[in-house]
């Protein structure tokens, strides 16, 4: 979705006020990688989670349109909504993933708004889990996962043992579209809801957003002719 960010009057953050909600595209392919888990009948489950106020149910409806058998709806709103990071979600998850009984829990390698990059490896901390982030290959072989890792240098290869934390990166797969049929369907799926309480989480932030700006306005480019000129204007503005 194309969307203008706009910061609020009082510069706490952004307004999401009518804003349309749309899956983060990294998680998406990690709902994409455990339908296809599923499929390949490694698994027997596949569960969409959700953190946020009302309209994250959406979000929910999509991966339940593309696969999903259920989706958890977390309330959370207000002031813990707008305070909520990557430590108060890890914790959601962890407790989620005790509750249910998970034996995988994937999620993307990060969120594209704060490209914060610590969900995952937090849920993996919280549970003592094993981790695979940053996967652009899953197999599964009995109780073992092997996962290609993409890192700096290239791509690596490990297995861990199940449970265990997943983290998607953009080369895993791609994600499928929702057919009408199967968003029709969607609808008639169950969606629980419940609050960070019932999972005895405490959603205490450990970090305060002191003001939230929106960047200077960039100035118009100039034309030069040859190298000369750029050279000249260069040292004019100080930049050598």
Known sequence: Y???????????????DGVKHSMNPFCEIAVEEAVKLKEK???????????GPTQVTETIRT??????????????SGKDYEAMGPLQIAKIFAALAK???????????????????????????????????????????GEKVK???EI??????????????????LRLNTPRYATLPNIMKAKKKKIANMKPADLGVDMVSRVEVLRV????????????ETV??????????GTI
């Open 2 to 16: 194309i969307v203008t960010i706009r910061v609020k009057p009082d510069h706490s953050g952004v307004v999401t």
């Open 41 to 51: 009948k490694f698994i027997k489950e596949v569960v969409a989670v959700s953190c």
């Open 63 to 76: 991966a339940l349109a593309m696969g999903c058998d259920r989706g958890i709806h977390v309330e959370v």
């Open 99 to 141: 509750k249910e009984e998970a034996s995988l829990v994937i999620l993307g390698k990060q969120a594209i708004d704060d490209d914060c990059n610590q969900t995952g490896q937090m849920t993996a901390a919280l549970l003592d889990w094993p981790q695979g982030t940053f996967a652009s290959e899953v197999t599964i072989d």
């Open 147 to 149: 996962v290609v890792r």
């Open 152 to 169: 700096d240098g290239g791509l690596e290869t490990i297995k861990i043992s199940m449970p265990a934390v997943l983290t998607a990166d």
């Open 213 to 224: 700006d929106e960047p200077p306005t960039r100035l118009a480019g100039v034309k030069v």
């Open 228 to 237: 000369d000129d750029l050279v000249a204007k260069l040292k004019a503005n």
